[in-house]
Structures are given as structure tokens and as C-alpha cells.
């Protein structure tokens, strides 16, 4: 692949001694919507610490829009956008505040106004100037995502974004991240273990088991040998230890 | 935009001290200083107040009899005295609150897992950690002010003397050395929040060495005085005379070195003995001029500066573990 | 499951957990290492006394004055245990706080609190389980304590105890462990009630500052330094109508004083003049105190939001 916006080159961490993620290795091309999927513990988070520099890798590097994770750290933080798992913010302060002080550590030019751009782009105006902390859980996802692409980033990370979330919530949150890939060319990185969304959502999916990667490919060549949503969880359950298991049971 | 409002680790501590503005904990805790500083010092001068009409009941009866008044000792007043109290309240629970302040500014990223958000914005660690060591300061000078100030005017209305540049010059000096000693155990909090698996753990690992430090080691040392075994003094029992004390404590050097050592360990022994100078509450300070004390007592204050830089260059080269960006 | 069975199952398991906690466990071996240098201190400072004295007299006597008795022998040997007084009021009050916040914060923390509540365990069986919890592991604190006390006293010459004495001393364990149960059903009562770990932690302790350092100001004139000195604590309240007024309508609330004074009076060592009633007072204002405090964790565990599954830090 030419000038992947992500690339991962053996990517490693260990914790407590055992290997969380287990030499990684693979690109993501500009505009790809990336679903990574893989069982409770297979090492998701850990992979979206190391590419969001949250946590040195234990050997092996990554670039993302041209930095090095482990070398331009600065670099890294200012082409993403990151969305941790059930993200709460600082409750006793507005959506409004919360995005004002988050927009300004981003650095971006004129935050005010950035911010009811952003506010604009996922429906949140209405609900912008009431304390955080008496959101739903559906708009706090919402505010979480807004204060990721406030600065525009090129690469966007998301930890299991759907968890708790209605299904009403689950189809905004998707029509939302198709927006920002179309509209601003955003390069998606979700991490999730539900098979439905990644096979509406994704254009390309990584399955990790155990910290290994042990299928990478697009959403186009899946289909095309696999077919239906069914068919991409037969994969996946094949794919993974568990799976066969469940499989085989 | 202006250099300061680009700059994160103004961005990081401008956010922490207007959030203190509209949380009730900063106001009530400052308050609850206040209370205790004042309670202190107003008790302070009706039980001075008490000594001074014991005095002049004596004059009186001396008089009325046609004996000299030299026969018994004039009491010397000194109002920076009165803030005996109130230092020793900042000593204690001064240290306690800025421990919770520290607490709190840390928990409160870990709890909502903010530090995951900013620590994926192009802030650099040291960054982040001097804005929050910052605001923390500022918030302690604040609140350090207010119970000074508070307790200079109080001084002012109970003892009916006003103070002279001299006096606002002396509580000023011990108001930026509280400052430094209060940030210690600010940033002590801080740093053990950030750094343990859990948030209460940390807290109460702080309140194990607040309790060590400011209570157990000073205790420790005052107790082990002799002169404090026995009701009234043991020197005053046996009527011995200051300079004969000198004398006969020369046997128990070792005793003493040991003794002064526990109490040297404890950065509020150091912070008490240079306030304590500064405003004259100890006797042999009363009424010396403040240069001769600064000079004397730089040792304490610089003890304490250096405690609280120290504790500040750690808390810079603290690693933030991935481990510890949520409350658990 | 009978409720008696809920009540000790709760209590036992919650007994277990806070034993596992490091900092439970932290404060418990700081308190019985304090109770152990307040043994050595006693014997310190009242040996290093009764050395002073030997020097003073013979330096007394070489100068042709007269020598005094000896303050050392109207000491009691029950008033080694003097500065114990003070580390009871100070780590032994935090230990107490810290047992009763885990003991339930610990439930609310780990999201198990649902999970209890839609078994047989009605909610007075779950607060008595706690509380009953809380009085095994103070007992367990207070019965090391007075263990380590006895055998400093079986072991050091001259401090040979008499019957009376000996009921003293546990007089005066009994009296302390009350002290720490009022903090600790105070913490458990605060726990149960508040909406954030640290809150629930911080009340009781913002009342222990209260009691301890402002209060015998305000009372007695007494400065918090003097305040942890076992001595200087016991000081009388200056002669004067405000002092008066003071110890009347805030005497019942100084809680670390009646404490201290109750405590001297078993331990032998309450100054001249500060008898009579005031150590039976103070006594009363500590019962009547820790009752009204279990009645407030009693209260409040039962009242306790039992749907939530979280606790905010």
C-alpha cells in the first residue's frame, strides 16, 4: 500500500509480563473506515493506547499521518482524535465549557467558534449549555465525539463506541461517523466486538485474538467470499479461539 | 491569541482555578481555616485578655497597700502573639486541606478519564502536571491570604492595637513560607493520586504521612522534653533556675540530639520555629528585629523551599502510566 | 437464609475484605507500632525525669540548697500509658474512619451492592452485618493494644500493677475502643450516604479535625499543638466568663477532650483540681455520643441507594 495514513510495523506491548499485543503489522489507507474487531481481552485497547501514544510499545513503532509514535509524539496527537470507551468528561462543567477547554488545548484558532461548528455538525446545540453531568449516556457519546474532531483530525480513534448505547443511539453514531469520513476525509479507527456495525460501517477489518492479528482485509473482498452479516460472524467466531469453541459446542 | 492563553499549562491551570471559583470545596474549606485560625486567636485574647486583668488586679492591691509595682513583672505585649493559634491551625489543618486539594486534582481526571483527552492533545506531560501544580498554588496563596488577612484584622479588633508596616512585613514573610509549606503536601498528594493504582488509596496514604509528619514526629519530640512530663515543668518543680536547666541538660546531650532530631525530620517543626521567630510568639524572639530572625532562621525557610521544589521537579519527571489514565 | 445468617455472613465477608485491604492493614500496624513507642516513651521520659532529678539534687546539694522530692514518684505507673491517649485520639480515630468507609464503600465501589440487595438480606440485616463488622475489627485494633500494653507492664521493673489498677487499664481500653467506634460508625454512616468515594471519606475526617484542634480551642483555650501533648491537653479553661459560657454550650460537642480527660482519670495521671464530676461527664457525652452515631449508621445503611452499581471517585 502507497502512503498508508497508518502504518504499524511490529508493533508489541507486554503487561505484567504477558504479551498484550503480539508483534502487529499492517496499513490503513487514507479515508478507510477500519473496524478492528477481536473478543474481550484480545488486546484492542491496549493497540489504540500505543497508537494514540498513551503507551509506549514494548518494541516496534508506528506512523501515523507521517509522525512516528514513538519519535514525534507531538506529531501524532495533533492528526488524531481519540474517543475512550464510556468517555464522561468533567461533570459539573457544560458540553459548551467542556469543548471550549478541550479545543484550546488542541490548539485551534478561534475555539469559540470552532466549537459551535462542531456542536453544529452532530446535532448538539440544543444541549450544549446543560451540565455534563446530566446527560444521557447517548449524548455524552456525542459530546465525547465532539470533542475529537474539534481540531479536524486526519485519523480518528474510537474505543468501542457503541457500549451501552440504544439502538437509535448506534445508527447516529454511525450516520455521524460515515459524515465525518466523507465530508472531511477522516480516517477511522474503531475498535468494537460487534460484528453487525463493522459489516454496516467498515471498509476494511482487522481481527485480533490474543494480541495477534489473524485476518486483514477489505469489506469488499469479504463480502464478495462471504456474503451476509452471518456469514462475517461465522468468520469471526472461526477466527478466534473462543469462536471455536462456540464453534464447536 | 496572546502567548498565555496558547500557552497549555496556563490553558490547564486557568480551567483548574475557575473551576475552584464555582466548586463549593475550595470556599468551604478556606472557611473552615478561617474559623479555625480565628477561633484561635479570639480565644487566644480573652485568655490574654484574662492574664492582663490578673496583672492589673495585682498593681492595684500593690498600690492600695503603697508597695512598688516593680516587685511584680510587667507583661509585655506583643499582638503578633495572638496569631499563635492560627499559625498552628495552618500547621495542621492548612497541611490537611491542601493534601485534599492535591487529592482532588488529580482523582478528578483520573475519575472521568480526561487524562486520556488531554494526553492525546499536543500537551507535553511536564506540561499538563505544571498547569495543575500551578493552579494548585495560586489556590493555596488565595486561601492563605484570606486566612492571614482575616486573622490580621481580627488581630487588629481584639487586641485594639493597630499594626504597623513592620507587623503586615512580618506576616507576610510567614504567609509565603506557609505557602511553600502547604504546597509540599499539595503536591505530595498529587503526586501519590496520580501515581498509586487507586485514587482513595492515595488519599489516605497522604493522610498517613500528614499524620507522621505534622503530628506524630513533632508529638514525639515534644513529648520526649523532659520539661513536659511533669504538670508545670520539671525545672519549675525543682526551682531551677534557666541558666542551672543549661547546666544540668549538658549530661543529656545524646537524649536531646535524638529528641531535636525526630522533631528536625518534620518539615512543621521547621515551619512553626521560623513563624513562630518571625512573629515573636516564641520568647526569646520577642521584640528582635526581623533581619537578626531571618538571618538565624533561614535554615527553616529554606528547608521548607527546598521541599517544596523538590517535591516539584518530581512530580515533572513523573511518568503518567497508561495504567493509571482511569480511576482503576 | 434466616437474617441472623444474612447478618453474619455480611459481617464476616465484609471483615475478610477490609483485612485484604493494604491500607486497612497500613494504619492497623502503624497504630500498633504507635502503641508500642507510646510504651517506650512513657518509660523514656519518666526515666529520663527521675535521671534529671538525680542530677538536680546532687547539683542542688553541692550548692547548699534544698532539695525537693522527687516529681517521678507521685507519678502512677498507669500514666506510662499517657501518651497512648494521644495516638488513640489521632491514628486511632483515622484507623477507625478508614475501616467503616471501606467497609461499605468497598460494596459500592465494585458495583455488588445491586447484587446483595435482590438477595434474602433484608436492610437492617445488612446494616447490623456492617456494624457488627466494624465493632470486630476496633475490637481486634483496641485488643492488640491491650495486649501490648499488658505486657509492658509485666515485663518493666517497677511498674508492678495492683487489682484495681489492672481494671483501670481495661477501663480505659473499653473507654478507647468506644472513642474509635464513634469515628467509624460516623465513616460507615458517611459512606452509605454520600455520592462519591472521597466525600464519604473526607466527612468524618473533617469532624475529627473539628474535635480535635478546634474545639478545645474554643472550650479551654487549649492550641492544637497542646492539644496531642497528653499534658498540656488536660490544661484548665482560663477563669473567665467567656470560657464558661464556651465549655457550657460546647463542652458536650468537645468529644477529644472528654476523651482525654475520662482517659486520665482511668490512667491516673488527670492534674489536681480537673476531678470530681468531670471525668463521670465526660464519659456520659462519649457513650451518649458514639450511641447517637451507631443510630446515624444505622440509619443511613438502610437508607442507602441499593439500584446503583457504581461509586463516584
Not at chain 2, 496583672?55 to 503578633?80: M, S
Not at chain 2, 519530640?221 to 549538658?250: C, R, S, W, Y
Request: aromatic share 8%; net charge neutral; with cysteine.
Amino acid at each position: 500500500m502507497s502512503n498508508p495514513v497508518i502504518s504499524i510495523q511490529h508493533l508489541t506491548q507486554t503487561f505484567r509480563g504477558a504479551t498484550a499485543v503480539d508483534d502487529l503489522t499492517f496499513d490503513i489507507a487514507e479515508g478507510e473506515v477500519f473496524g478492528f474487531l477481536g473478543h474481550n481481552g484480545a488486546g484492542k485497547t491496549s493497540t489504540i493506547h500505543m497508537l494514540t501514544t498513551l503507551a509506549p510499545p514494548a518494541s516496534g513503532t508506528a506512523v501515523i499521518a507521517g509522525c512516528d509514535i514513538s519519535t514525534d509524539p507531538m506529531g501524532v496527537r495533533r492528526a488524531i482524535g481519540y474517543v475512550p470507551e464510556n468517555v464522561r468528561l468533567y461533570d459539573a462543567l457544560t458540553g459548551r465549557e467542556n469543548l471550549k477547554f478541550f479545543a484550546k488545548l488542541s490548539g485551534v484558532d478561534d475555539p469559540a467558534k470552532r466549537v459551535d461548528e462542531t456542536l453544529d455538525l452532530l446535532d448538539c446545540k440544543d444541549i450544549a449549555d446543560r451540565r455534563v453531568g446530566d446527560y444521557s449516556k447517548g449524548l455524552r457519546q456525542r459530546i465525547g465525539l465532539a470533542q475529537a474532531v474539534l481540531h479536524r483530525p486526519k485519523v480518528l480513534f474510537l474505543d468501542e463506541p457503541t457500549s451501552g448505547l440504544d439502538p437509535m443511539g448506534i445508527k447516529m453514531l454511525r450516520d455521524i461517523v460515515a459524515r465525518l469520513n466523507r465530508e472531511f476525509g477522516m480516517t477511522i479507527f474503531m475498535n468494537t466486538h460487534l460484528v453487525s456495525e463493522i459489516a454496516r460501517t467498515c471498509t476494511s477489518i482487522g481481527v485480533l485474538s490474543h494480541g495477534r492479528l489473524v485476518y486483514h482485509d477489505t469489506m469488499k473482498a469479504v463480502t464478495a467470499r462471504y456474503g451476509d452479516d452471518a456469514a462475517l460472524e461465522e468468520l469471526y467466531l472461526s477466527l478466534t479461539p473462543v469462536g471455536r469453541l462456540a464453534g464447536a459446542a | 491569541m496572546s502567548k498565555v492563553t496558547t500557552n497549555p499549562v496556563f490553558i490547564v491551570a486557568g480551567k483548574d482555578v475557575s473551576d475552584a471559583g464555582r466548586d463549593r470545596f475550595i470556599l468551604l474549606v478556606t472557611l473552615f481555616l478561617t474559623v479555625a485560625a480565628i477561633v484561635s486567636l479570639v480565644t487566644g485574647a480573652i485568655a490574654l485578655a484574662t492574664d492582663v486583668a490578673t496583672y492589673d488586679a495585682a498593681k492595684a492591691t500593690l498600690l492600695a497597700l503603697g508597695k512598688p509595682i516593680d516587685a511584680i513583672a510587667t507583661p509585655e505585649f506583643y499582638p503578633l502573639r495572638l496569631l499563635r493559634g492560627a499559625i498552628e491551625q495552618t500547621e495542621i489543618i492548612g497541611a490537611a486541606i491542601a493534601i485534599l486539594m492535591g487529592y482532588r486534582a488529580a482523582a478528578s481526571e483520573r475519575g472521568r478519564q480526561t487524562l486520556a483527552l488531554i494526553m492525546t492533545r499536543p500537551v507535553r506531560r511536564w506540561q499538563f502536571l505544571a498547569g495543575k501544580a500551578l493552579a494548585g498554588l495560586l489556590l493555596l496563596t488565595g486561601g492563605l491570604f484570606v486566612v492571614l488577612s482575616l486573622g490580621a484584622i481580627a488581630l487588629h479588633l481584639v487586641s485594639g492595637v493597630g499594626l504597623n508596616t513592620m507587623d503586615l512585613l512580618r506576616i507576610g514573610i510567614v504567609w509565603i513560607v506557609a505557602v511553600a509549606y502547604t504546597t509540599c503536601f499539595f503536591l505530595t498528594a498529587f503526586i501519590l493520586t496520580l501515581w498509586m493504582k487507586r485514587p482513595p488509596q492515595a488519599l489516605l496514604a497522604a493522610f498517613c504521612l500528614w499524620l507522621l509528619l505534622v503530628l506524630i514526629a513533632p508529638q514525639i519530640g515534644d513529648t520526649l522534653d523532659p520539661d513536659n512530663q511533669v504538670a508545670g515543668g520539671v525545672f519549675a518543680q525543682l526551682h531551677i533556675a534557666k541558666p542551672d536547666q543549661v547546666e544540668i541538660m549538658k549530661g543529656f546531650a545524646t537524649f536531646e540530639t535524638v529528641r531535636t532530631g525526630i522533631e528536625a525530620a518534620s518539615i512543621t517543626k521547621h515551619f512553626e520555629r521560623f513563624a513562630f521567630a518571625v512573629l515573636g510568639i516564641k520568647d526569646t524572639y520577642a521584640g528582635v528585629p526581623l533581619g537578626a530572625i531571618l538571618w538565624e532562621k533561614w535554615g527553616d525557610a529554606l528547608f521548607i523551599l527546598l521541599a517544596s521544589l523538590g517535591l516539584g521537579g518530581i512530580l515533572l519527571v513523573l511518568p503518567i502510566r497508561s495504567d493509571r489514565l482511569t480511576k482503576e | 437464609m434466616t437474617s441472623y445468617s444474612a447478618t453474619t455472613t455480611i459481617a464476616a465477608h465484609a471483615v475478610r475484605l477490609a483485612l485484604r485491604e493494604r491500607m486497612v492493614a497500613l494504619l492497623g500496624l502503624l497504630f500498633i507500632a504507635l502503641v508500642v513507642i507510646s510504651a517506650w516513651l512513657g518509660w523514656s521520659a519518666t526515666s529520663t525525669v527521675n535521671n534529671i532529678y538525680v542530677s538536680a539534687a546532687a547539683f542542688l546539694t553541692d550548692t547548699g540548697q534544698v532539695v525537693p522530692p522527687n516529681p517521678v514518684h507521685n507519678i502512677s505507673p498507669l500514666s506510662l500509658m499517657r501518651n497512648m491517649v494521644v495516638y488513640v485520639a489521632l491514628i486511632g480515630a483515622l484507623s477507625a474512619i478508614v475501616i467503616g468507609n471501606r467497609l461499605v464503600a468497598l460494596d459500592r465501589r465494585n458495583g455488588v451492592v445491586p447484587l446483595i440487595s435482590i438477595r434474602p438480606v433484608t436492610r437492617a440485616g445488612y446494616a447490623l452485618g456492617k456494624i457488627a463488622a466494624l465493632v470486630v475489627l476496633v475490637g481486634a485494633l483496641t485488643g492488640v493494644a491491650a495486649a501490648i500494653s499488658a505486657i509492658t507492664f509485666l515485663v518493666l521493673p517497677q511498674t508492678a500493677l495492683t487489682g484495681a489498677e489492672w481494671l483501670r487499664l481495661l477501663g480505659y481500653f473499653g473507654l478507647s475502643a468506644t472513642y474509635m467506634l464513634l469515628f467509624g460508625l460516623l465513616a460507615l454512616a458517611s459512606a452509605a450516604a454520600s455520592r462519591s468515594e472521597s466525600v464519604g471519606l473526607l466527612i468524618p475526617v473533617t469532624i475529627w479535625l473539628a474535635l480535635t484542634f478546634i474545639l478545645p480551642s474554643l472550650t479551654a483555650n487549649i492550641l492544637p499543638t497542646a492539644a496531642i501533648n497528653p499534658i498540656a491537653a488536660l490544661a484548665p479553661a482560663p477563669d473567665t466568663a467567656f470560657f464558661h459560657w464556651t465549655q457550657t454550650l460546647f463542652g458536650p460537642l468537645s468529644l477529644a477532650e472528654s476523651y482525654k480527660i475520662a482517659s486520665a482519670a482511668l490512667l491516673d495521671f488527670l492534674p489536681a483540681g480537673r476531678g470530681g464530676i468531670l471525668p463521670l461527664a465526660a464519659t456520659g457525652w462519649l457513650f451518649t455520643a458514639t450511641a447517637l452515631s451507631a443510630a446515624s449508621a444505622a440509619y443511613a445503611l438502610t437508607r442507602m441507594d441499593r439500584t446503583t452499581g457504581d461509586l463516584d471517585v
